[in-house]
């Protein structure tokens, strides 16, 4: 996923954002400070989320990915099994973070960031059920599921960086503490995310054509491979500051976003 996409949703999110803050808050111009508590808690809160959704999740789709191209059976388990245990570390991560928010936050569901994390933790119970009850290979409604659990699972991820997104607004909103140094390293993380999932592809490839037994390689083959990541490694570095630059841009936007009365 684009982080074009992300920050452009965010910024439009904004007002309502901030708005949907005020009310549930009753935020002045000279917002309350939190107790040291109560501070943590939603620090502990963010960094649950960020692990479960922001990070886990996106790399156990990776993963799988991964598995698409290959055929080597001992590779394929491993991926298979790696995704799973990314995936269920994930939904721990997530229902713990659920947890912590239910016992010690305020739950009205008046702010857009709640509401969308009360249809995420939905989600991420059913998510699990769908994969557990997957259908053989070659049986009709195999495509059935695996659309439904593709579609859950990217959706998941996408509406959880948002999210993210979002809390970091609620949270610069409600203390006025800058989150700015958080948005540009959450924003290079998924964009680095993005680059990857073509990565992926490419080592899948680079591992068949090496096969089991990198030795018996002809020299050439090795090379060119070399020559490739080579390249690659390039223009990843350039991506990555010209994203780096976007983020900034973007945390400045979020920043400099006054709360609407």
């Known amino acids: 996923m684009s982080v074009v996409l992300v920050s452009f949703l965010v910024l439009l999110l904004s007002p309502s954002v901030d708005s949907s803050v005020h009310n549930h808050t009753n935020i002045q111009h000279n917002p309350p400070k939190l107790n040291p508590q109560l501070s943590f808690q939603i620090t502990f809160h963010a960094f649950l989320l960020w692990a479960s959704i922001g990070f886990l999740m996106p790399v156990g789709i990776l993963v799988i990915r991964m598995s698409n191209r290959v055929e ?16 269920i570390t994930a939904v721990l991560l997530a ?26 933790y939905g989600f991420i119970v059913i998510q699990p059920l769908v994969g557990f009850f997957r259908p ?21 991820c996408i509406l959880g960086i948002i999210n993210i997104y979002i809390g970091l607004h609620a949270f610069h909103a409600k203390t006025s503490k ?21 990565w992926a592809e490419e080592a ?6 090496l096969g089991d037994d990198a030795e018996s390689t002809p020299p050439n083959t090795l090379n060119l491979i070399m020559k490739i990541t080579k390249e690659k490694e390039e223009h990843q570095s350039k991506d990555i500051k010209e994203h780096s630059e976007l983020a900034i841009s973007v945390a400045e936007a979020l920043n400099d976003s006054a709360p609407i009365e």
């Open 72 to 87: 080597c059976g001992r590779r394929l388990k491993a991926l298979f099994y790696s995704h799973v245990i990314l995936q």
């Open 95 to 120: 229902l713990a973070g659920a947890i912590l928010s239910i016992i010690h936050f305020e739950n009205s569901f008046s702010n857009t960031h709640q509401r969308i994390g009360l249809a995420l």
């Open 136 to 156: 053989q290979r070659g049986v009709k409604v195999r495509s059935i599921w695996y659309f439904v659990h593709w579609f859950l699972g990217n959706g998941i």
């Open 178 to 198: 800058s989150v700015r140094i958080w948005t540009i390293l959450f924003t290079v993380e998924v964009e680095n995310q993005e680059a990857n999932d073509t």
């Open 204 to 209: 899948v490839d680079m591992l068949t054509l």
